[in-house]
């Protein structure tokens, strides 16, 4: 069964970090592309980060560049999201998704998801 969990969300402050992690099973980890998306209350589901399947390629949401910092071990099947210099405005549930291939595309839908983490940034 494929299976992609995330964890790490919680509740801090304005400026601090928090690392997500996608603890993925059930398939062959390094021939997916992993995205992380987010959705904030009342606002459309939207994409934060994707890294390739082999680490190499790597992109961010404008609002998250130089903040945000995708990475993934192939040998522990996961993904990770290291957030620094949290804003409220990051406030949402985090999602990853894989997407079968060797570049992220943006355009293309995701084939499975986990269930979220909730991340709060309030004061």
């Known amino acids: 069964e494929v299976q992609l969990v995330e964890s790490g969300g919680g509740l801090v402050q304005p400026g601090d970090s928090l690392r997500l992690s996608c603890a993925a099973s059930?398939?062959?980890?390094?021939?997916?592309?992993i995205f992380w998306f987010r959705q904030a209350p009342g606002k459309e589901r939207e994409g934060v980060s994707c890294?390739?399947?082999?680490?190499?390629?790597?992109y961010y949401q404008d609002s998250v560049k130089g903040r945000f910092t995708i990475s993934r071990d192939n040998a522990k099947n996961t993904v990770y999201l290291q957030m620094n210099s949290l804003k409220s405005e990051d406030t949402a549930v985090y999602y990853c998704?894989?997407?079968?291939?060797?570049?992220?595309?943006?355009?293309?839908?995701?084939?499975?998801w986990g269930k979220g983490t909730l991340v709060t940034v309030s004061s």
């Open positions: 998704a894989r997407q079968f291939g060797s570049s992220c595309r943006g355009g293309d839908a995701m084939d499975n």
């Open positions: 059930g398939f062959t980890f390094d021939h997916y592309n």
């Open positions: 890294i390739s399947s082999s680490g190499v390629g790597r």
